[in-house]
């Protein structure tokens, strides 16, 4: 009898919800071209610049007071950070959530009903257009940074990630690589409100809401600068080995490995048709130095290059770069790995090159790449052991041998790959990972000696990666590295045309010396009254072709100004004569009123009698400061210069 009294009160209160959903208006949003590419039911993608356009369409199933329908474009991100506790609570993990994008579509007042009353079966309309900016507003992002660079990269909008029902390239439903503690998303959503009538506030009647994917445009940014012997957690870009005889033996030499960051992975336009995969290259460079002159380099064996996602996310606002150090050292940090194999072949075939001793680049230690202008930067450094042995003086010089491997690079289609990116809460991140497996040498079957060519320093090395191997073996010995790499991605057209117009821009302002804002800035202005000369160029900028008789009227009170003028400079070197013969100033020059440099005495001013005025001697005038060479020296008068007040913006 309870049970079924409990049964019947649950279908009351289904029914009575079912009947407040009925009640609310109906929403549909729908998107113009909303396919972009896709396949189906699934979900286009968009871009930077790309333009969003739709409409809403909302249909009442009875009659609805309400006060305005809002549209907005929003962007949001989501983390959940699980604490490591001994025993487990429901309270042991912090969550975080931020809305860094709000686009609002004004709705044209002629859409709207009057009264507002959504009448019962009447369908509104209210179309809708966004774009998708290149990057957030500053206010989006107020906490501090550790560097600038890491600032504007939070600015940046971050693609879509976490959402199963949106990862994909339009056509299936792939894998982002990222946690379900982690989440960034974009949608349109509708709501309509109206006030409540106990109080005036305003509330929500109902409101919808429509995914959209983005794909943000991302450049290549400089390789990262990673200082050897740093972190060896994160990148490690060189190392060294020891390579043994076998086992209970001496040592054969020391095998070293390096290499660089490569280009990065560029992803096409989420709608472009292209459907050429992305690739890029890694250069391994390998050395070898001899323990004698009898050693011979090691034969190589698999190299394996593998590729990991690395997602960071925090429930705090990361105010310093993603670092494996930093979220050991933050409970409010974690991070989350997934390898992904890109290839595996064999290298045994690779030529090595020997380098008699002493053909070394002098005084080579290891160095930045930046610093190598001559051949000897396809040489890398030798292996510690050895540079400590030669810089000792002990011993005598062994020859080295050098190989350089060229590992071609794709992404695999069965996994979805979002761009390099780092916001303030997520941060997306890829390592490549390469393993080269070589074999000790015992006896001559495991040397290279049937791949050595003795060569004289600096020449070119090419490498050639062709046969499968099958002497590795889980017992061989490895060096592994850690490179950073990025995943850049293109822009729509609109994006790639303002990028090019702005760099052509930059470009010609460039090479002018100096940008139109700093120049107008530093020019100097006259705040007080206008001397004769800018009251002239005034009139000859306002003057218009149509009138003649005004232009003659310039003319004519131009040439009196100038008569004043010259009669003021006239009293003045008597003046200043006068007094000198007063003083004793035998030096005093006498003044010839055909011969006198104008240019140099001062001007008065227009409004003023000269009689009324001071006028300071033309030595003690301080020297103006023009705004090019080839403007005309500024005439001084009761003007001063000083920057505009509209040129300090804020």
Same mark, same amino acid.
Request: net charge positive; aromatic share 6%.
């Given at each position: 009898?309870?049970?079924?009294?409990?049964?019947?009160?649950?279908?009351?209160?289904?029914?009575?919800?079912?009947l407040?959903?009925?009640?609310?208006?109906?929403?549909?949003?729908?998107?113009k071209?909303?396919?972009?590419?896709s396949?189906?039911?699934?979900?286009?993608?968009y871009?930077t610049l790309?333009?969003?356009?739709?409409?809403?369409?909302?249909?009442?199933t009875h009659?609805t007071?309400?006060e305005?329908?809002?549209?907005?474009?929003e962007?949001?991100?989501?983390?959940?950070?699980?604490r490591?506790?001994?025993t487990?609570?429901?309270s042991s993990g912090?969550?975080a959530? =931020?809305?860094?994008?709000?686009?609002?579509?004004?709705?044209?007042?002629s859409?709207?009903?009057?009264?507002?009353?959504?009448?019962?079966?009447?369908?509104?309309?209210?179309?809708?257009?966004?774009?998708?900016?290149?990057?957030?507003?500053?206010?989006?992002?107020?906490?501090?940074?550790?560097?600038?660079?890491?600032?504007?990269?939070?600015?940046?909008?971050?693609?879509s990630l976490?959402?199963?029902?949106?990862?994909?390239?339009?056509?299936?439903?792939l894998?982002?690589?990222?946690?379900?503690?982690?989440?960034?998303?974009?949608?349109?959503?509708?709501?309509?409100?109206r006030?409540r009538?106990?109080?005036?506030k305003?509330?929500?009647v109902?409101?919808?809401? =429509?995914?959209v994917?983005?794909?943000?445009a991302?450049a290549?940014?400089?390789?990262?600068?990673?200082?050897?012997?740093g972190?060896?957690g994160?990148?490690?870009?060189?190392r060294?080995k020891?390579?043994?005889?076998?086992?209970?033996?001496?040592?054969?030499?020391?095998?070293?490995?390096?290499?660089?960051?490569?280009?990065?992975f560029h %992803?096409?336009?989420?709608?472009?048709?292209?459907?050429?995969?992305s690739?890029?290259?890694?250069?391994?460079k %390998?050395?070898?130095?001899?323990?004698?002159q009898?050693?011979?380099?090691?034969?190589l064996?698999?190299?394996?290059?593998?590729?990991k996602?690395?997602?960071?996310?925090s429930?705090?606002?990361?105010s310093h770069?993603?670092s494996?150090?930093? @979220?050991?050292?933050?409970?409010?940090?974690?991070v989350?790995?997934e390898t992904?194999p890109?290839s595996?072949?064999?290298?045994?075939?690779a030529?090595?090159?020997?380098?008699e001793g002493g053909?070394?680049?002098?005084?080579?230690?290891?160095?930045d790449?930046?610093?190598?202008?001559?051949?000897?930067s396809d040489?890398?450094?030798?292996?510690?052991?050895?540079?400590?042995?030669?810089s000792?003086?002990?011993?005598?010089?062994?020859?080295?041998?050098?190989?350089?491997v060229l590992v071609?690079?794709?992404l695999?289609k069965s =996994?979805?790959f979002?761009p390099?990116?780092h916001?303030c809460?997520?941060s997306? @991140?890829y390592?490549?990972?390469?393993?080269?497996?070589?074999?000790?040498?015992?006896?001559s079957?495991n040397?290279?000696?049937s791949?050595i060519?003795?060569?004289?320093?600096?020449?070119t090395?090419?490498?050639?990666t062709?046969?499968?191997?099958?002497?590795?073996?889980?017992t061989?010995?490895?060096?592994?590295?850690k490179v950073?790499?990025?995943?850049?991605?293109?822009?729509?057209?609109?994006?790639?045309l303002?990028?090019?117009?702005?760099?052509?821009?930059?470009?010609?302002?460039?090479a002018?010396?100096?940008?139109?804002?700093?120049d107008?800035?530093?020019t100097?202005?006259a705040v007080?009254?206008?001397?004769l000369?800018?009251?002239?160029e005034?009139?000859?900028?306002?003057?218009h072709?149509?009138?003649?008789?005004q232009?003659h009227?310039?003319h004519?009170?131009?040439?009196?100004?100038?008569?004043?003028?010259?009669?003021?400079?006239?009293?003045?070197?008597?003046r200043q004569?006068?007094?000198a013969r007063r003083?004793g100033?035998?030096h005093?020059?006498?003044?010839?009123?055909?011969?006198?440099?104008l240019?140099?005495v001062?001007?008065?001013?227009?409004?003023?009698?000269?009689?009324?005025?001071?006028?300071?001697?033309?030595?003690?005038l301080?020297?103006?400061?023009?705004?090019?060479?080839?403007?005309p020296?500024?005439?001084?008068?009761?003007?001063?210069?000083?920057?505009?007040?509209?040129?300090f =913006?804020?």
């Amino acid at each position: 009898m309870l049970a079924e009294s409990i049964a019947s009160h649950t279908t009351l209160a289904s029914q009575a919800r079912s009947l407040v959903q009925m009640r609310k208006p109906i929403i549909e949003i729908a998107l113009k071209n909303a396919d972009r590419g896709s396949v189906g039911s699934y979900i286009g993608s968009y871009t930077t610049l790309d333009t969003i356009e739709g409409q809403v369409a909302i249909t009442a199933t009875h009659d609805t007071r309400f006060e305005d329908v809002q549209i907005t474009f929003e962007g949001s991100m989501r983390t959940s950070v699980e604490r490591m506790s001994p025993t487990p609570s429901p309270s042991s993990g912090t969550e975080a959530s =931020k809305t860094f994008l709000n686009l609002s579509q004004p709705v044209d007042e002629s859409c709207y009903p009057h009264p507002r009353v959504a009448e019962a079966g009447r369908t509104y309309r209210f179309p809708f257009t966004f774009v998708v900016p290149p990057q957030q507003l500053p206010s989006s992002c107020p906490h501090r940074c550790e560097n600038p660079q890491l600032h504007d990269a939070h600015l940046h909008l971050p693609p879509s990630l976490g959402d199963p029902s949106l990862s994909g390239n339009g056509k299936q439903l792939l894998d982002d690589l990222a946690p379900d503690m982690s989440k960034i998303s974009y949608a349109i959503k509708v709501r309509i409100t109206r006030k409540r009538e106990c109080d005036g506030k305003r509330i929500s009647v109902t409101e919808a809401t =429509k995914k959209v994917r983005i794909v943000p445009a991302f450049a290549e940014q400089p390789p990262l600068a990673i200082t050897e012997g740093g972190d060896e957690g994160d990148y490690v870009l060189r190392r060294e080995k020891a390579v043994k005889r076998g086992l209970f033996k001496g040592k054969l030499g020391h095998l070293v490995m390096q290499t660089s960051q490569p280009k990065s992975f560029h %992803l096409p336009a989420p709608n472009s048709l292209s459907a050429c995969p992305s690739n890029t290259m890694a250069t391994i460079k %390998l050395r070898f130095d001899a323990a004698d002159q009898h050693s011979l380099p090691p034969r190589l064996g698999q190299l394996t290059a593998k590729l990991k996602a690395v997602t960071y996310y925090s429930s705090s606002h990361m105010s310093h770069g993603p670092s494996k150090a930093a @979220v050991l050292a933050s409970p409010s940090r974690g991070v989350y790995i997934e390898t992904v194999p890109l290839s595996s072949r064999s290298v045994e075939s690779a030529r090595w090159e020997k380098h008699e001793g002493g053909s070394d680049c002098p005084n080579m230690s290891r160095r930045d790449s930046a610093t190598s202008t001559t051949s000897c930067s396809d040489i890398i450094a030798p292996s510690s052991s050895i540079a400590n042995t030669n810089s000792s003086g002990g011993g005598k010089p062994t020859p080295f041998y050098t190989t350089t491997v060229l590992v071609p690079l794709s992404l695999p289609k069965s =996994k979805s790959f979002p761009p390099s990116f780092h916001s303030c809460l997520v941060s997306r @991140v890829y390592v490549l990972d390469l393993v080269l497996a070589f074999h000790h040498v015992g006896n001559s079957k495991n040397s290279a000696s049937s791949n050595i060519s003795t060569i004289k320093s600096g020449t070119t090395i090419n490498s050639a990666t062709t046969k499968p191997s099958l002497l590795t073996t889980a017992t061989s010995p490895s060096l592994h590295l850690k490179v950073p790499l990025q995943i850049s991605s293109a822009g729509s057209h609109a994006h790639t045309l303002a990028t090019k117009e702005a760099a052509s821009e930059l470009d010609q302002l460039l090479a002018l010396g100096v940008l139109p804002e700093a120049d107008e800035f530093f020019t100097p202005r006259a705040v007080g009254p206008s001397s004769l000369q800018s009251r002239h160029e005034q009139q000859q900028h306002h003057h218009h072709p149509r009138h003649p008789t005004q232009s003659h009227h310039y003319h004519d009170q131009h040439q009196q100004q100038q008569q004043q003028q010259q009669q003021q400079q006239h009293h003045y070197h008597q003046r200043q004569g006068q007094q000198a013969r007063r003083t004793g100033n035998a030096h005093a020059p006498a003044y010839d009123s055909t011969s006198a440099d104008l240019s140099a005495v001062p001007e008065a001013s227009p409004q003023l009698h000269p009689q009324s005025q001071s006028q300071p001697h033309p030595e003690t005038l301080p020297a103006p400061h023009s705004a090019s060479p080839s403007a005309p020296p500024p005439r001084y008068g009761s003007c001063y210069y000083a920057p505009r007040p509209t040129d300090f =913006k804020t």
